[in-house]
Nanobody, 126 residues
Framework: QVQLVESGGGLVQAGGSLRLSCAASARTVSVFTMGWFRQAPGKEREFVAAISRSGGSTIYADSVKGRFTISRDNAKNTVYLQMDSLKPEDTASYYC???????????????????WGQGTQVTVSS
């Protein structure tokens, strides 16, 4: 069983930055695609970004492209989400997820991800 623990959330003003981290309990995640999703109150969970196991392939939601950067350090079993130029509409709970299916290109569908963290809250004030 893989456990994922997110950290780094908080309250920030619009235009500010936050860096989320996702620490995995097992080294096996180094071969997994990793993704970030978010869910705002009253809304469905939505895809934010994903990264291939090597880190060579990344994909972003249009709403965050150019502002967010996903990266990973397989030696530390950790995935990061650097969030810059934050907007109030980025306010949500952010979830880290792991997809155990071997892929060359990350998937954006939440149902493809097998393991999930508990989430970390990001609040952006205007």
């Amino acid at each position: 069983q893989v456990q994922l623990v997110e950290s780094g959330g908080g309250l920030v003003q619009a235009g500010g930055s936050l860096r989320l981290s996702c620490a995995a309990s097992a080294r096996t995640v180094s071969v997994f695609t990793m993704g970030w999703f978010r869910q705002a109150p009253g809304k469905e969970r939505e895809f934010v970004a994903a990264i291939s196991r090597s880190g060579g392939s990344t994909i972003y939601a249009d709403s965050v492209k150019g502002r967010f950067t996903i990266s990973r350090d397989n030696a530390k079993n950790t995935v990061y989400l650097q969030m810059d130029s934050l907007k109030p509409e980025d306010t949500a709970s952010y979830y880290c997820a792991a997809d155990s299916t071997l892929r060359t290109v990350p998937d954006i569908a939440a149902y493809e991800y097998d393991f999930w963290g508990q989430g970390t809250q990001v609040t952006v004030s205007s």
